[in-house]
């Protein structure tokens, strides 16, 4: 049985009708650049994640460089994060001129680790204290960071917090949706995430007004009014196509959460009755809502055999991340060496994500576990 990593197809048949007719409006209006089916979907996300402002911008990567912008970093500033992310989150770090400063993760949720950020403060001296600008705790696979110390750290040293909501739309932490717990949230409409596009877009949204005004200025080049340019800002606008079809998929990302959550706990169901609790980890559960963008593994030996074990079985399976973000070649200037992150490091060399996807069967979730076991031979 094939069993893909991801199968967007199937997602496509079910909503195919809804898809083509608000595409054949855009046709229609020849209006391709913002405009209503934008404004539309930034209010609807704004509805979704309980906050006051959403603005749609080119892609995730784009909605944490504005972000970095609108927040005023500049070159020589500092910006905390986590070294076991996507590129993209300190790579906006890094375009902006300012220095990523890494903390390490937490080895059950990996995301970024509060105790850890205070470490890598406290090893800071006054003048690296005073260039810190901002936080990006990233909510990795669609669990939420711990904000809740991350934000009295932010307070401590009046940071902007900037999340990196890319993975987690819908998610949440006591009570509150992922972004909008800091100053700006970021998300990404990239196809594999659970609310895509049909190509890259993304999102950022806000409570604050000031912050909003800025971004739309950023966004169109800095000009306000046109082509009067107070601010330096850049081509950062979402298509009024990729607008329309996400307006469409937001009204069934519930149902395609609910689905990943329970696909999740039906691997937990099939792994508990095989005795793999040495072979594997399974990601703890939490009483804040994952949305399981990823079902992410540990295996603490034979983790690329058993990746190229289920590749041959037709299983598909992926790592993320191989490489943490320190040990990256285009940041060897900044000095980071092998052992300066050993729970990042440890989770680039044992973590395997699974398949979780809405429309994956009962069926093809128990080929994936029999393959696991046999795998193992128990
Ligand atoms: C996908 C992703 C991004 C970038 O989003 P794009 O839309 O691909 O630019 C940033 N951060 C994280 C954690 C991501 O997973």
């Known amino acids: 049985m094939k069993v893909p990593l991801l199968d967007l197809k199937s997602q496509y048949q079910a909503i195919k009708e809804e898809i083509l007719s608000v595409t054949r409006e855009v046709y229609e209006s020849q209006n391709f650049i913002l405009g209503p089916k934008v404004a539309a979907l930034e209010e609807e996300i704004a509805g979704y994640c309980g906050t006051k402002h959403a603005i749609g911008v080119s892609s995730g990567t784009d909605a944490l460089l504005i972000s970095l912008m609108a927040a005023g970093i500049e070159p020589g500033d500092r910006v905390i994060t986590t070294p076991y992310t996507f590129?993209?989150?300190?790579?906006?770090?890094?375009?902006?001129?300012?220095?990523?400063?890494?903390?390490?993760?937490?080895p059950v949720s990996y995301n970024i680790s509060p105790a850890a950020v205070e470490k890598v403060i406290s090893n800071m001296n006054r003048e690296e204290i005073k260039s810190l600008r901002a936080i990006i705790p990233v909510h990795l696979y669609g669990q939420c960071a711990d904000m809740g110390p991350i934000l009295e750290i932010a307070a401590r040293y009046h940071l902007t917090v900037i999340e990196d909501a890319a993975q987690a739309i819908g998610s949440g932490y006591r009570g509150n949706r992922a972004g909008s717990l800091g100053d700006y949230g970021c998300f990404s409409f990239f196809p594999s995430k659970n609310l895509g596009a049909f190509g890259d877009g993304g999102m950022v949204t806000t409570n604050s007004e000031t912050f909003y005004e800025k971004l739309r200025v950023l966004r169109v080049h800095g000009s306000d009014p046109k082509y009067y340019h107070r601010l330096i800002g850049g081509n950062f606008r979402l298509d009024a196509l990729q607008a329309a079809?996400?307006?469409?998929?937001?009204?069934?990302?519930?149902?395609?959460?609910?689905?990943?959550?329970?696909?999740?706990a039906r691997y937990r169901?099939?792994?508990?009755?095989?005795?793999?609790?040495?072979?594997?980890?399974?990601?703890?559960?939490?009483?804040d809502r994952h949305i399981y963008n990823q079902f992410v593994i540990s295996v603490p030996e034979k983790r690329d055999a058993l990746r190229k074990y289920l590749q041959e079985a037709g299983i598909g399976s992926e790592i993320y991340y191989p490489v943490p973000l320190h040990l990256q070649e285009c940041f060897s200037y900044l000095n980071g060496k092998k052992g300066d992150f050993p729970v990042a490091e440890h989770a680039a060399l044992h973590t395997l994500a699974l398949p979780v996807y809405p429309e994956l069967t009962a069926d093809q979730q128990a080929c994936v576990v029999e393959k696991i076991r046999a795998f193992f031979g128990v």
């Not at 300190?90 to 937490?106: E, K, L, M, N």
């Not at 079809?245 to 999740?264: F, G, M, P, Y």
């Open 87 to 106: 590129f993209a989150t300190a790579g906006s770090v890094a375009r902006t001129g300012a220095i990523p400063v890494f903390a390490d993760i937490d």
């Open 269 to 287: 169901t099939l792994f508990s009755d095989m005795d793999l609790d040495r072979r594997i980890q399974i990601p703890a559960e939490n009483q």
């Open 245 to 264: 079809i996400v307006s469409v998929k937001l009204k069934h990302l519930e149902s395609w959460t609910e689905a990943r959550r329970e696909n999740a």
